[in-house]
């Protein structure tokens, strides 16, 4: 049973292998490694990402920032290039 077995974040047991089917972004053998980037939480339930900053996308591996702008690895706050500024370096 899934009991037994140690899956974690809403992961379920395989009633063949025994092996953990995480998900989400949740993996590794016990579902207990969360796969978002930047600094991104995993939702304890569905381990949908929650990101940080301009970072987005189902992992928060791209960056909103536009025109060249670039995101910061930890807050994802974007650096603008040249005379763009702004949040996303849109204006």
Not at 5 to 16: E, H, L, V
Request: hydrophobic share 15%.
């Amino acid at each position: 049973s899934c009991g037994t077995c140690g899956c974690q974040n809403g992961g379920s047991c395989d009633a063949t292998t025994g092996a953990c089917n995480c998900v989400g972004q949740w993996a590794g053998t016990s579902c207990s490694t969360c796969g978002c980037q930047h600094g991104g939480t995993c939702n304890a339930t569905t381990g949908a990402c929650t990101c940080v900053g301009q970072w987005g996308g189902t992992s928060c591996s791209t960056c909103g920032c536009q025109n060249g702008g670039t995101c910061d690895g930890t807050t994802g706050a974007c650096s603008c290039v040249g005379q763009w500024n702004g949040v996303t370096c849109a204006t």
